[in-house]
C-alpha cells in the first residue's frame, strides 16, 4: 500500500460533484460544487474524501503523519481536464498547409489537391508502429503538461485494414504504458480513400464486411465515428456504417455539420449517438433533436480558430438543453494543439460559455461523451485521483488570464505526473 495524499487549504476546490446523474445541461452546467479551503484524502490512487480542510483534519486527526500532505494554499484544485476527441495518433505533419490557407485554400480545396486527410493517410500508412508510437508518446507528454489525464483517440487515417489495426494498436500500447488514459474510436469513415473515388459504397461495403469484424473481435474500439459532410459520406452511408457498428457493440458519434449544413446533428439524435462533434452549421432543428435525444454536442472552438470559421453556437446549444463537451480536436491539418486550457479560454471567448460552463465541458461532461464519468471528471469519493494544481486562485482566473499553461501539478491516479 502507497503512502495516503493529502491535499489541503485550497482557494478553491472545483470538485463538480453532483446528485444529477448524465451529462449536465443548462442551470447544471454551472454547478462546480466549490469548497473554500478546500481538502482531498486520496489513498491507492483513489479519493477517500472530499471536504474543507478543517473536516478532514477532524475526519483524519489520527493519521496525519501517515500521509504525504501538498499544500494548496492559494491554488485552484480541479479533476484531470478530459479530451474528448483527438487524432492524436498520426505520421508526419501539414504545416505548408497553414500556409495555403493564409492564401485563401479552404479546407476542401486543400483536401481536393490532395492534402489534408489524404496526405496523413499517406504517411500514416507509410510510418511502422513504432514511430507512430514515438511520435504519439511526444504529444500524450504535451497533453499532461496542459492538465490532461484522460483522452479519446481516433483511427482514421489509414482507411485500410492494416493501418487502422495499426493505429488502434498503438492506442492500446500506450494505454499500458502511459500515464494519460487512451479511449480508442475506430473511424476508419474519416474520409474517402483516393484508390476508391467514385466508388464511396464500396467502400462502405468494405468497411462493414471486412473491418468492423476484425475491429470487434480484437476488441480494439470502443466507439465508432463517421464524417457525416458533404463530398465525404452522405447521411445515409453514415447511418449504415454507424448502425453497423452498433451490431458490433461500439458505441456511435459522428462529425456533423462542419462545413455545411447536413442534416448531421438530426442523425445523431436518430440513431443515438453518444455525441456528435464540430457542429459549426448546426441547424436549429438538429439542435433541438440533440437535446431531446439527449447527444452530447461535442464543440471544437480551436478548430474554428485555426480555420477561421465562426465557432459552433455553443451558447444557444446549452439555452436549448445540450449538454456541451469540449476538446482540442488534436489533429496534423486543422488544429495542431494539445492545450485544453487555451480550449477552454476560447470557449468563453469564442461560444459565449460561462468560465463555470468551461470547466464542466472540459471535465465532467467530456468524461461523459466517453463514458468514463463512473470513473473520472469529477473530485468525489470513489473515483481516480485524476487532479490538477493551478497557479491560478479561481476557476474565473483560469479562463481570464488566456493562452497561458498556468498547471503547477497534476496528478494521475494519485501518482504525481507533472
Known amino acids: 500500500m502507497t503512502k ?149 483517440g481516433k483511427s482514421g487515417y489509414g482507411m485500410n485494414l492494416e493501418t487502422e489495426l495499426k493505429q488502434l494498436r498503438v492506442m492500446k500500447r500506450l494505454q499500458e504504458q502511459h500515464p494519460i488514459d487512451i479511449v480508442p474510436t475506430f473511424m476508419g469513415a474519416h474520409a474517402v480513400p483516393p484508390e476508391y473515388k467514385g466508388r464511396e459504397d464500396e467502400f462502405v461495403d468494405y468497411l462493414i464486411n471486412d473491418m468492423l469484424p476484425i475491429i470487434a473481435a480484437e ?81 471544437l472552438p480551436a478548430t474554428a480558430l485555426y480555420l477561421r470559421e465562426e465557432a459552433a453556437a455553443g451558447r444557444k ?13 488534436c489533429n496534423p491539418g486543422s488544429s495542431p494543439t494539445t492545450s485544453m486550457p487555451l480550449v477552454m479560454n476560447l470557449a468563453c471567448i469564442s461560444m459565449r460559455l460561462t468560465p463555470a460552463e468551461s470547466l464542466i465541458a472540459a471535465t465532467y461532461n467530456a468524461a461523459c461523451a466517453i463514458n468514463r464519468q463512473d470513473q473520472v471528471g469529477s473530485l468525489e469519493v470513489g473515483k481516480q485521483a485524476d487532479i490538477v494544481i493551478w497557479k491560478t486562485k479561481s476557476y474565473q482566473e483560469l479562463q481570464y488570464l488566456f493562452g497561458v499553461n498556468h498547471v503547477k501539478s497534476v496528478w494521475k491516479k494519485g501518482i504525481k505526473v507533472v
Open 219 to 299: 476488441k480494439l474500439a470502443e466507439f465508432n465515428d463517421v464524417f457525416c459532410e458533404k463530398g465525404v459520406y452522405t447521411p445515409e452511408q453514415a447511418e449504415r456504417i454507424l448502425e453497423a457498428g452498433k451490431r458490433f457493440g461500439l458505441i456511435p458519434k459522428i462529425h456533423a455539420d462542419e462545413i455545411e449544413p447536413y442534416g448531421g446533428a438530426e442523425l445523431a439524435a436518430k440513431i443515438g449517438a453518444i455525441s456528435a462533434e464540430h457542429l459549426l452549421k448546426a441547424s436549429d432543428e438538429g439542435i433541438k433533436a440533440m437535446a431531446k435525444a439527449g447527444t452530447i454536442a461535442c464543440l
Open 4 to 152: 495516503p495524499i493529502w491535499i489541503k487549504h485550497a482557494a478553491q476546490l472545483a470538485t463538480l460533484a453532483s446528485n444529477e446523474l448524465g451529462p449536465r445541461t443548462k442551470e447544471a452546467m454551472s454547478n462546480l460544487g466549490l469548497i473554500e479551503d478546500g481538502s482531498l484524502w486520496i489513498e491507492d490512487g483513489i479519493i477517500q474524501a472530499v471536504g474543507t480542510t478543517t473536516e478532514l483534519e477532524k475526519k483524519y486527526s489520527d493519521k496525519p503523519h501517515e500521509a504525504e500532505i501538498v499544500d494548496a494554499t492559494n491554488h485552484l484544485v480541479t479533476p484531470g481536464l478530459v479530451d474528448p476527441h483527438t487524432h492524436v495518433v498520426y505520421g508526419g505533419s501539414r504545416e505548408h498547409e497553414f500556409e495555403m490557407r493564409l492564401e485563401g485554400a479552404t479546407y476542401m480545396d486543400i483536401m481536393n489537391a490532395g492534402g489534408g486527410i489524404h496526405a496523413t493517410t499517406r504517411m500514416t500508412r507509410e510510418a511502422t508502429e513504432q514511430e507512430l508510437f514515438e511520435q504519439t508518446t511526444r504529444r500524450l507528454d504535451s497533453f499532461l503538461a496542459h492538465g490532461v489525464t484522460t483522452i479519446e
Open 317 to 329: 446549444m446549452i439555452d436549448a438543453g445540450v449538454a456541451v463537451a469540449i476538446s482540442t480536436d
